[in-house]
């Protein structure tokens, strides 16, 4: 649905750490370096998530980021890789019947208190 999104992050090293181990599972890493900016991809090789040190604006605001996941069983190893990490966890993996059947999701914190969801529809 989107072409790109950007996070400011407080502390980018740390961010990277989280989102690199947080974000295996779902077959996502740093595929751009450029120091203070990362590109993070998928399996085509396109950074369409970005990480960036926080340069602009004010006090930063919580975002909801949702990540495809392929099966439950990579929505249950991202939430094993954010109990790694003492990431704080919003909601344990179950299905979420309310959105639709099949809705099979987690819920986390990242470094810069954002929700990090994962998330498979079958």
Known sequence: MFDHLSLQCDDLGASRRFYEQ???PLGISVSMDFGDVLGLSGP?????FWLGKHTTGGAQREIH???TAADRAAVDTFHASARELDAEILHEPREWPEYHPGY????VRDPDGNNVEAVSHA
């Open 22 to 24: 947080l974000l295996g």
């Open 44 to 48: 085509d090789g396109v950074p369409k």
């Open 65 to 67: 980021l949702a990540f």
């Open 104 to 107: 099979y999701a987690v819920f």
